[in-house]
């Protein structure tokens, strides 16, 4: 029991010693001990500390060494806490002042991938997921020897799906409306079609193509008589063009009994 007192007082005193040591530098008007201070609190993971002083030394090293290593480094804090929107504001920043530094490519990097890692559900808002495509986009253009690019690569593939699945989700709620206070048919139809149109190459695309062929056909089914056999030479059309794309495909079934009730109402005569 002794020992472990005896123990306990070290670390308190560590834990003190260190705290004080930061509060000494929190204080300090010498910015070349707060960046050293800095650098050495990063060393130990301790970003919130590291990004507090960053903060006192960058416009204080601006256009100097320090100055570009400093706000890097910022950057880099604020994204190993994963505070990943204050990162890339200063990681824009560093790229945007240093467009050929030392850490440009890393910066535009990191900005883009914390951009990704903050990308949120399909369901909410999608201005991050949008951003963060835009930044490893950029990265992409401007590093496209970098080892890093087949990271870029995926995640702005997995980017791109979410924003589809969004478009797909959208889309099958037109479809589950459907004539409710309109023709949301039409709607399901527009929104799977510039889903495809933007993303050809997206996972969701079969269920995007399904989502037109289901609307197509329900749409002639409450069609008025006059505009049925128009509207199921369109559903015809459209399954030719499913099948051809899928012919093996999970909603084959569905497709070919689709295609047999508008089969039914079209005069091939």
């Known amino acids: 029991m002794k020992r472990f007192s005896i123990i306990l007082a070290g670390l308190s005193l560590l834990v003190l010693g260190s705290c004080g040591e930061y509060n000494k530098a929190m204080k300090s008007s010498d910015y070349n001990y707060k960046f050293e201070f800095a650098k050495r609190a990063f060393e130990q993971k301790k970003y919130a500390q590291a990004y507090t ?68 559900d ?47 989700e959208n889309a099958t709620l037109y479809y589950n409306l459907g004539n409710y206070m309109g023709n949301n048919y039409e709607s399901a139809v527009i929104t799977a079609k510039n889903a495809i149109k933007d993303y050809p190459y997206s996972k969701y695309k079969e269920d995007l193509e399904m989502i037109i062929l289901k609307s197509r056909f329900s749409e002639a089914e409450q069609s008025v008589n006059e505009k049925k056999e128009e509207r199921y030479r369109t559903v015809i059309d459209e399954y030719y063009a499913f099948i051809n794309d899928y012919p093996d495909s999970k909603y084959r079934k569905e497709a070919d009994n689709i295609f047999k009730i508008a089969s039914k109402h079209v005069n091939n005569n």
């Not at 990265?139 to 980017?159: G, N």
């Open 53 to 120: 002083l960053l903060e006192d030394v960058i416009s204080v090293f601006r256009g100097t060494d320090k100055g570009e290593e400093s706000l890097y480094l910022l950057g880099l804090s604020y994204y190993e806490n994963k505070d990943y929107l204050n990162a890339g504001s200063y990681f824009k920043q560093y790229y945007t002042q240093y467009p050929k530094g030392q850490y440009a490519e890393l910066a535009r990097f990191y900005a883009g991938y914390g951009y990704y890692l903050d990308s949120p």
């Open 122 to 168: 399909p369901q909410l808002d999608q201005s991050e997921t949008i951003k963060a495509i835009e930044e490893l986009q950029a990265f992409l253009d401007y590093f496209p020897k970098s080892d890093k690019v087949s990271i870029a690569q995926s995640a702005i593939f997995e980017l791109q799906d979410k924003l589809v699945k969004k478009e797909l």
